[in-house]
């Protein structure tokens, strides 16, 4: 008895040394190239810059991403407990890896193989790994994919805090509308600050890291509000919410701007010279830093336009020209000429296409 005792610890301490040889030989293999855990605590999301006039007005803003950066501490609670509840409920408790979570992933995965299926790893993925998929250059949904992803989760759940690892999350990620970050999607969906946000907006917004184009809240209103109520009920099992509050937010219509019908009109155009000025800082800016800086570096420039002179400067300035130009007697004719005439309700549509002069202010 005591022989087939020792034989079978003997046997199980050898498997054990072989799986761990196994899994430190994949971290070596997968982990070749990636970025250590250095690296990754200097990660920094692209983010959008700013022109301001002397007197503090955004004058101009540039970007690749419409995204604006929020520290953790400023984000509401109510808003982190919204993305938590709908995409990683155990954030703070897992060493940046759901192996339970992995684990399915991987049955499914093997699963639809042995059907014959073209089987993606899918799903399981944590806050931690979504971040990282920012380092990796494919979207491919493979094996290999998903261990490097794991490799990199791991790595930077121990050179960063949890908060810091969810900072980089809520303004990484795309929320559909052009909007990166949750301060962008805030104002682009419901046109709030965050801690102006009802818990049923906070879980819509929650709601689209998932699937943002599919889950539109005009085109797609009822996957929308689907997913939108997932998410409250996922809230309040966690203790986010109380029962009643969850309940009346499920029940409540998803209004967002993106929604309102809008009055189509004439773009209003620059007059006052402030655009030009503001193109003329960036292209110093851009000589200076670098057009990458610019646009991705969420810089602060501090212009000295002040846009009351500019405009009244601008104004000088075209008046001086209008009295020079009339005092030469030219008639140069009209710029063109719109044959046959367009149907009265085809004006707006037929000069929209004229390319004519519109900075100047009453032509």
């Given amino acids: 008895m005591l022989r087939f005792i020792a034989t079978v610890f003997a046997s199980g301490s050898i498997a054990l040394v072989f799986a761990v040889l196994g899994v430190v030989g994949v971290v070596e293999v997968y982990g070749r190239g990636l970025p250590k855990g250095e690296e990754l605590s200097n990660y920094a999301p692209k983010l959008l810059s700013r022109v301001y006039s002397s007197e503090g007005a955004v004058i101009a803003e540039y970007a690749t ?23 990683d409920k155990n954030f703070y408790e897992h060493p940046g890896i ?31 790994q979504q971040v ?33 690892i969810l900072e980089l999350y809520l303004n990484e990620i795309f929320l559909g509308a052009r909007a990166y970050g949750i301060v962008s999607a805030a104002q682009i969906y419901f046109d709030k600050r965050l801690d102006q946000l009802t ?31 997932y998410v409250l009920r996922e809230m309040a099992e966690n203790g986010y919410l109380s029962a009643d509050a969850a309940r009346e937010a499920r029940a409540s219509r998803l209004e967002t701007v993106l929604g309102r019908e809008t009055v189509t009109e004439v773009a209003e155009v620059d007059t006052s010279g402030v655009g030009y000025f503001a193109s003329e800082v960036r292209r110093q800016v851009s000589a200076t830093l670098g057009r990458e800086e ?4 969420g810089l602060t420039v501090r212009a000295t336009v002040q846009p009351r002179l500019q405009e009244i400067a601008a104004k000088a300035l075209r008046r001086g020209l209008e009295s020079y130009d009339r005092g030469r007697g030219v008639w140069r004719g009209p710029i063109v000429t719109l044959d046959p005439a367009p149907e009265s309700e085809d004006w707006p549509a037929a000069l929209a296409g004229v390319e004519a002069p519109r900075d100047v202010e009453g032509w």
């Fill in 65 to 87: 991403e419409q995204r604006i950066f929020i520290p953790i501490e400023e984000v509401p609670d109510l808003v982190k407990h919204a993305f938590i509840s709908a995409e």
């Fill in 98 to 128: 759901d192996v339970t979570g992995i684990a399915k992933a991987m049955g499914r995965f093997a699963l639809s193989r042995v059907r014959g299926e073209s089987g993606r790893v899918a799903g399981a993925s944590t806050i931690t």
């Fill in 132 to 164: 990282m998929k920012n380092f990796l250059l494919d979207n491919e949904r493979s094996v290999e994919r998903k261990i490097r992803e794991i490799i990199l989760a791991s790595r930077i759940d121990g050179a960063l805090t949890k908060d810091q």
């Fill in 199 to 229: 818990p049923a907006e906070a879980a819509y917004l929650a709601a689209l890291p998932q699937r943002p184009s599919v889950l539109h809240p005009v085109r797609n209103y009822d996957a929308a509000i689907g997913r939108r109520n």
């Fill in 294 to 297: 610019l646009f991705e570096g």
